[in-house]
């Protein structure tokens, strides 16, 4: 059996680029909303005839649509990331920009009548309108409030819970960029984790959860979490989703 040595090293070297979470296989586990946004996303992709998805990560779950658009394009702030969409997305025809999560967006008015987002990390509602084509949709999954709080909890003690990313400020922004809300899903997710090197890994990789996490200044937090999971066999969290979809009139 891996030392806790070993398993935080193992979890501080993994590579973070994209939003590629195969790694976890077998280390930790996160239920997955019943909406299936991926499938819903890759429906409406298939029908639209210029779409856009903001902060894609790597593209991957862009990549997965059955049918591209004829104009396909998206954008990422980080530049390994957006090196990654590059070529996930190239077979689809996509165009990949490099932009700040809240600057403008490169695109005239009007451009897309289909906006996707899934976990924007912030969001310029808008800009989003301002791109959408009349009668054009945005249809996103994004985290909620309070989102891995147990995680959080762990390992910065007892945090307030930030209601900026609750559903009901998001169809707020909605309404006051002029967009109609349509449909709105909540989700509650059960998640585990079986090791801390997944732990480690996850926090470098999902950063916001503790913001300053490093191995060096949460090392005795590491520790306890080790020996619980030892005890326990694992950690239990949970996430929270929401789907949102609006549309410009």
């Known amino acids: 059996m891996p ?41 409406r992709m298939a029908t639209a005839s210029a779409g856009l998805d903001i902060q894609t990560g790597g593209g991957e779950v862009l990549a997965s649509i059955p049918k591209a658009p004829p104009l396909l394009a998206a954008t990422e702030s980080w530049p390994p990331n957006a090196a990654i969409a590059r070529r996930t997305l190239a077979p689809l025809g996509g165009t990949v920009i490099e932009v700040g999560d809240l600057d403008d967006l490169p695109f ?94 996850f926090l470098r990789k999902v950063f916001w959860i503790v913001p300053d996490f490093t191995v060096d200044r949460y090392h005795d937090k590491l520790v306890a979490m080790h020996r619980l999971i030892t005890e326990e066999g694992r950690f239990v969290a949970h996430s929270t989703r929401f789907l949102i979809e609006a549309r410009r009139a």
Request: aromatic share 10%; hydrophobic share 45%; charged share 25%.
């Open 108 to 201: 005239a008015d009007r451009t897309f009548d289909l906006v996707v987002s899934r976990h924007p990390a912030d969001l310029r509602w808008d800009e989003v309108a301002r791109v959408l084509a009349p009668g054009g949709a945005f249809f996103s999954q994004q985290v909620g409030a309070g989102s891995v709080r147990e995680m959080t909890d762990f390992m910065m003690g007892p945090q307030e819970v930030s209601m900026d990313r609750a559903p009901s400020v998001a169809i707020k922004d909605a309404r006051q960029a002029g967009l109609d809300v349509i449909d709105l899903r909540t989700a509650r997710l059960r998640m585990t984790f079986s090791d801390v090197g997944a732990v480690v890994h």
């Open 3 to 43: 030392t806790f040595e070993e398993l935080v090293d193992e979890g501080a070297s993994v590579p973070v680029e994209g939003w590629d979470f195969s790694w976890f296989a077998g280390r930790a586990t996160e239920d997955r909303p019943e909406w299936g946004y991926a499938k819903l996303m890759g429906e």
